[in-house]
């Protein structure tokens, strides 16, 4: 489901299938999570894997 996120004021994906994406993500150690912040950073190889799994 979309969710808007007061802070930055833009839509992300939440409920069960944000959560499956993103554990497929750190799983695959394509992204770490930021220490202290809600933030995701995704290397450069994580974020081409991320664009052919999913935008493919």
Do not use: N, Y
């Not at 489901?1 to 802070?7: F, G, M, P």
């Not at 409920?15 to 220490?35: N, P, Q, S, V």
Request: with cysteine; net charge positive; hydrophobic share 50%.
């Amino acid at each position: 489901r979309a969710c808007l996120d007061w802070s930055v004021r833009r839509s992300h994906l939440a409920g069960t299938l944000g959560a499956a994406i993103l554990d497929k993500i750190l799983l695959e150690k394509w992204a770490r999570r930021e220490k202290d912040s809600r933030a995701v950073v995704f290397s450069p190889l994580g974020k081409q894997a991320f664009e052919r799994v999913f935008l493919a």
